[in-house]
């Protein structure tokens, strides 16, 4: 499963600017580490009020890692 591609594909459904939204995917054994980058104007709706959008983001792509036995951390700068 390419969960940098639906992180991509999340991400660029809420932003402004999604030609400028970027993932870098780190694998360490089980682990995998998703680095979200947006447009400056554009991190507010990615964060969403008090990280609720982060959040929901985060379970999704937790969600989607737990059907191979795989664990995921994103990350958003």
């Known amino acids: ?3 940098a591609r639906i992180l991509t594909d999340i991400a ?3 932003v402004d600017s999604p ?3 970027s993932v870098t995917e780190t694998v360490d054994g089980d682990e995998i580490t998703l680095v979200l980058s ?3 104007d ?3 709706m990615v964060i969403g009020h008090h ?3 982060a959040k929901a983001i985060r379970c999704v792509m937790k969600a989607a890692a737990n059907t191979c036995g ?3 951390n994103v990350e958003i700068k």
């Open 51 to 53: 990280g609720k959008i």
């Open 38 to 40: 947006v447009a400056e």
């Open 19 to 21: 030609d400028a939204v």
């Open 1 to 3: 499963m390419d969960f």
């Open 70 to 72: 795989k664990r995921v």
């Open 42 to 44: 554009d991190t507010g």
């Open 12 to 14: 660029r459904a809420i």
